[in-house]
């Protein structure tokens, strides 16, 4: 085996094994996904209520506001927690997410004290629909996902999660997403986050992709990433297989994060999951769809 | 699988028929496919002469050059005419031994275009005088007097104070353009045309001329005729004026300063006559000329857009662009679909880019980027204060509304940009851009938002090249068949798979070297 493939060769390889955006749209999305069924991983309000109607383990849903009015009443029933989460239900990129924490009768967001007036028209700008392109939107409350151990072991901030795609209810690939100083407490690809490919069979991490070169240890801190073992990695793929049973779409992405105390849970159904994960993982999807026949 | 066969039957059979189709009205169809002007012009010499003894008639051919293209045509005809060519001009003599009346008859057709000098502004005035042929440009002539004392005082008067040639040229210019023009056959010398502040096409021209030799500025006049779809007499008389180191047209009369439309048929230089014979008993001629379509295919064509545009009188301006944006919105998605270069939006590039064959290039990418990149700064305190989205469109609508008027402003004071420029961007997709720049500057920094930037400009440019090929434009209105072909590459390319050129680099490290 020469070290460097000619570039035709190798263009032939891409070929043959990465997925690309049209054929992603065209043989995945279009066929398997109606477009009426969008809405329920558009709107994260409508996930949830699919989840927990069928028993997927997701974060505790405290409060839905949906009326300016309801806001202050429902606000008095929140303030017996500690932590809490406030998303846009049809938000997107993460925009307008608030992650509040109580200390003696006292908010922060990010580190930062919080008022209840700010919190109040925060939740105000979500309803008025501020980070769902100017339609009204819901203001959905949840319960504080504890990160387990496994993700601070190797960065202690910011929100990762895994990814899974799957393929009428198979899954052909996974991705951790973890954040680095670059992104800011992100974990997406684009923002400067790792894409860390997952071995679906050994539950153990790949190399980690920052955009640019595979790397073997977090940038940041140091920690290893080669061969880590996922704790719930079974769980976890059970998990996005019963997600996928219960939406009405073929192809989806299925976002998971592993709760300290309460384990594997439901964070997210994507519609139309990136192509990235193939560079984390170091392997085309079209090479895996053919090899479990499904193209 | 036999719904994609569907698609590619009927993709196919929309690429074909239109094709075969265009094959047919080629064959049943007299025309050639002369795709660059869309029309030319057959001109016909009609002489009679009535002579006891021998005569002789001379005039002229014209020359083709850079701006118009000469076919000549000769016909059976009485006494085979001679042809020469003579300094810079091409003469042709007829000579007959006399009788009854005799018809000479010559043909020629004429492809011309406009043109339009960019004139060097810093160009010194008194440079030294000009050698060699040149010289000849500069002294008087019988009816061209420039040593005359009025003459020189006239220029001096023009010119006080100026020390660059082409604003000296435009003083000269503008001030015989602005005398009273007349309606009259009289040959008017130039002396005359000033001494009466008012002259035809003939004393203007030749006052000019004679305005730039007294001040040492090569200049000549030049004839010919301004072709319309008529029989007509009249020929006319312009000037070219040494600049740099070419010449260039200036008409006085019909006031066309460094430029000259494409239906000027340029004859002869110097200050000649059209038609020039020996003493005959009776002499009559005429110009007969015909504008004849060159994209004409009118048998089998089910629309004939050509005729339409005659007879309905409908700018063809606003047909080429009706015809033009199916083909740029296919170049888009060609661009995106298969080079993968990502853009603001499919229609932005094609918009962009008709509008940019109004501005002109680099004034238009920059006016455009300005606009842009200025109301998208106003996103930035909206977005910090909160402001709804729809709330949000509705002011920055109002803020490249205000950029727009107050370039117009700035335009109108100074001659870089035409002021209505800003108009011929489309203004709700400025805004849309806007919106959509400075949101990707905030959610994937400048770079990100610069680069996407860049490869939509990239994207409007290529499309702005194929879209201003007038080859294009006037093969569309010949055969607008085509819009079925690209309907079918359309199909075809809504279902194509293939991995698109940028991914080969995005996913090159899926795979290990």
Redesign the interface.
């Given at each position: 085996m020469p070290k460097q493939m000619p570039v035709l060769s190798k263009m032939r390889a891409l070929r043959q094994a990465v997925l690309g955006m049209n054929q992603r749209n065209l043989s995945l999305i279009y066929p398997h996904n109606p477009r009426t069924s969008y809405r329920y991983a558009d709107d994260k309000y409508l996930a949830k209520k699919i989840m927990e109607a069928e028993g997927i383990a997701c974060p505790r849903t405290y409060a839905v506001i949906e009326r300016i009015g309801d806001i202050e009443e429902a606000w008095n029933t929140l303030k017996v927690w500690d932590r809490l989460v406030i998303k846009p239900a049809r938000g997107s990129g993460g925009k307008g997410i608030l992650i509040l924490r109580q200390q003696q009768g006292q908010w922060f967001a990010s580190g930062q004290p919080i008022s209840e007036y700010q919190i109040f028209s925060h939740l105000a700008n979500t309803l008025f629909g501020i980070y769902s392109f100017g339609d009204a939107d819901v203001a959905l409350v949840e319960e504080f996902v504890e990160p387990h151990s496994f993700f601070h072991e190797i960065y202690p901030v910011g929100v990762p999660d895994f990814r899974i795609i799957l393929l009428k209810e198979v899954p052909l690939m996974g991705m951790l997403r973890m954040p680095t100083a670059q992104s800011g407490g992100k974990a997406n690809l684009h923002q400067g986050g790792l894409g860390i490919g997952v071995d679906m069979e050994a539950g153990t991490l790949k190399l980690a992709y920052n955009g640019k070169q595979h790397l073997e240890v977090h940038p940041d801190s140091g920690a290893a990433i080669l061969d880590k073992e996922i704790p719930y990695w079974e769980e976890l793929v059970a998990l996005s297989v019963q997600t996928a049973q219960h939406f009405p779409l073929d192809y989806l992405g299925v976002d998971l994060v592993i709760d300290a105390r309460q384990g594997p849970m439901v964070m997210e159904v994507n519609v139309r999951p990136g192509l990235g994960i193939q560079l984390a993982n170091q392997q085309g999807l079209k090479e895996i769809l053919q090899q479990k026949n499904l193209l | 699988m036999t719904q994609s066969k569907y698609v590619r039957i009927i993709a196919l059979l929309l690429i074909a028929l239109p094709l075969v189709w265009i094959g047919v009205r080629i064959h049943h169809n007299q025309g050639y496919v002369g795709l660059q002007p869309d029309h030319q012009y057959v001109v016909t010499y009609q002489m009679e002469v009535v002579a006891q003894g021998p005569y002789k008639v001379r005039s002229f051919l014209p020359i083709s050059s850079q701006r118009q293209k000469i076919q000549l045509r000769p016909q059976e005809g009485v006494g085979l005419p001679s042809i020469l060519l003579e300094g810079p001009n091409k003469v042709i003599r007829w000579q007959g031994t006399g009788g009854p009346t005799q018809e000479i008859q010559y043909q020629f057709t004429h492809t011309g275009q406009n043109i339009q000098y960019q004139l060097d502004e810093r160009l010194p005035l008194l440079a030294t005088v000009p050698q060699g042929v040149l010289t000849d440009y500069l002294s008087p002539s019988e009816f061209i007097q420039s040593n005359d004392p009025r003459i020189r005082r006239e220029a001096e008067r023009l010119t006080v104070g100026k020390e660059y040639l082409t604003p000296a040229i435009r003083a000269l210019f503008d001030f015989v353009n602005g005398m009273a023009s007349i309606h009259t056959s009289e040959l008017t010398d130039a002396v005359m045309a000033l001494n009466r502040l008012e002259a035809s096409c003939n004393g203007k021209s030749r006052l000019f001329v004679a305005l730039c030799r007294s001040l040492n500025i090569p200049a000549r006049v030049t004839g010919g005729i301004i072709l319309e779809n008529i029989t007509k007499k009249t020929s006319h008389l312009w000037t070219e004026v040494y600049i740099g180191d070419r010449w260039v047209p200036f008409d006085p009369l019909n006031g066309h300063f460094a430029s000259l439309p494409g239906h000027y048929l340029q004859l002869y230089i110097g200050d000649e006559f059209l038609i020039t014979h020996s003493t005959t008993q009776a002499f009559d001629y005429r110009y007969v000329i015909e504008k004849v379509r060159v994209n004409d295919y009118p048998v089998l064509a089910a629309l004939n857009i050509w005729a339409l545009m005659d007879d309905a009188n409908i700018p063809d301006n606003l047909i080429r662009v009706l015809l033009l944006l199916p083909i740029g919105a296919f170049l888009v998605s060609l661009f995106k679909?298969v080079i993968?270069l990502k853009t603001y939006g499919i229609f932005l590039p094609v918009l962009i880019s008709l509008a940019l064959t109004e501005t002109g290039l680099a004034p238009g990418l920059i006016l455009f980027t300005s606009i842009v990149g200025l109301v998208a700064l106003v996103n930035v305190p909206l977005d910090r204060w909160?402001i709804?989205?729809?709330s949000k469109i509705a002011l920055l609508l109002i803020a490249v509304v205000v950029v727009a008027l107050g370039l117009m402003k700035v335009l109108h004071t100074t001659n870089w940009l035409h002021a209505s420029a800003p108009l011929f961007f489309p203004i709700i997709i400025l805004t849309m851009i806007s919106e959509k720049l400075a949101k990707k500057i905030e959610?994937?920094g400048i770079r990100?938002a610069s680069e996407l930037y860049g490869s939509t400009m990239l994207v409007t440019l290529a499309i702005h090249f194929i879209l201003s090929s007038v080859s294009i434009q006037n093969f569309l209105l010949t055969f607008p068949e085509v819009i079925f072909c690209l309907a079918g590459l359309n199909l075809m390319l809504g279902?194509?798979?293939?991995?698109?050129v940028m991914?080969?680099r995005?996913?090159?490290?899926?795979?290990?070297?």
């Open positions: - | 679909n993968g909160g709804q989205y729809n959610e994937e990100k279902k194509w798979i293939g991995l698109r991914e080969y995005r996913f090159y490290k899926v795979i290990n070297a």
